[in-house]
T-cell receptor, first 115, second 114 residues
Framework: AQTIHQWPVAEIKAVGSPLSLGCTIK??????LYWYWQATGGTLQQLFY??????VESVVQLNLSASRPKDDQFILSTEKLLLSHSGFYLC??????????????FGEGSRLIVV | GDSVTQTEGPVTVSESESLIINCTYS????????LFWYVRYPGEGLQLLLK?????QKGSSRGFEATYNKETTSFHLQKASVQESDSAVYYC???????????FGDGTVLTVKP
């Protein structure tokens, strides 16, 4: 069975400090990977997606970046946090291929508070 | 752009009562959208509750059901008799087929009183 793990579960960080959130998927080869974000009181929105190792597409500009260093790993980061980065970050995977449907399977999320 | 509007919460119902959470969508860039209900139980991650990919079809899971109505652009979530364990946040979502792109509603917080 596939499992998805996100880390850290929660963080409190200072404005201007760096951030790194991670996501690992086990039990699935070459998954499509996604980062979603929900600001406090806001709507879940897609930030990035990746079809393959080393390739990441940005959907929304939030002064964040993402990388996929390994097939099963997806990293979200920034060198300088803003207050507006606070919220809930969700990693998700989907079966690869153009005709595999678009059901996303989400991790448990990372809650970020920027102070 | 595409958008999803759902019942604004919080919603509180008593156990064994019926429930409906409304969801309407606007799919301006997607000819044949897929529709989803996701749920987040306290302390858990976001998980798929049900999905329907064809207009006119009904999806069901855990006693919940929703019908994809293209005429009214709606995908309301219903349950005949809720349980306390149904307390959670429910999200309606619109999906562009085979892309992984989902447009979510704002979520509806449901509390079921014993």
């Amino acid at each position: 069975a596939q499992t998805i793990h996100q880390w850290p579960v929660a963080e409190i960080k200072a404005v201007g400090s760096p951030l790194s959130l991670g996501c690992t998927i086990k039990g699935k080869s070459s998954p499509n990977l996604y980062w979603y974000w929900q600001a406090t009181g806001g709507t879940l929105q897609q930030l990035f997606y990746s079809i393959t190792v080393g390739q990441v597409e940005s959907v929304v500009q939030l002064n964040l970046s993402a990388s996929r260093p390994k097939d099963d790993q997806f990293i979200l980061s920034t060198e300088k946090l803003l207050l507006s980065h606070s919220g809930f970050y969700l990693c998700a995977w989907r079966h690869p291929g153009p005709y595999s449907g678009n059901t996303l399977y989400f991790g448990e999320g990372s809650r970020l508070i920027v102070v | 752009g595409d958008s999803v509007t759902q019942t604004e919460g919080p919603v509180t119902v008593s156990e064994s009562e019926s429930l409906i959470i409304n969801c309407t969508y606007s799919a301006t860039s997607i000819a044949y959208p897929n529709l989803f209900w996701y749920v987040r139980y306290p302390g858990e991650g976001l998980q798929l509750l049900l999905k329907v990919i064809t207009a006119g079809q009904k999806g069901s899971s855990r006693g919940f059901e929703a019908t994809y109505n293209k005429e009214t652009t709606s995908f309301h979530l219903q349950k005949a008799s809720v349980q306390e364990s149904d307390s959670a946040v429910y999200y309606c979502a619109l999906g562009e087929p085979n892309t992984g792109k989902l447009t979510f509603g704002d979520g509806t917080v449901l509390t079921v009183k014993p």
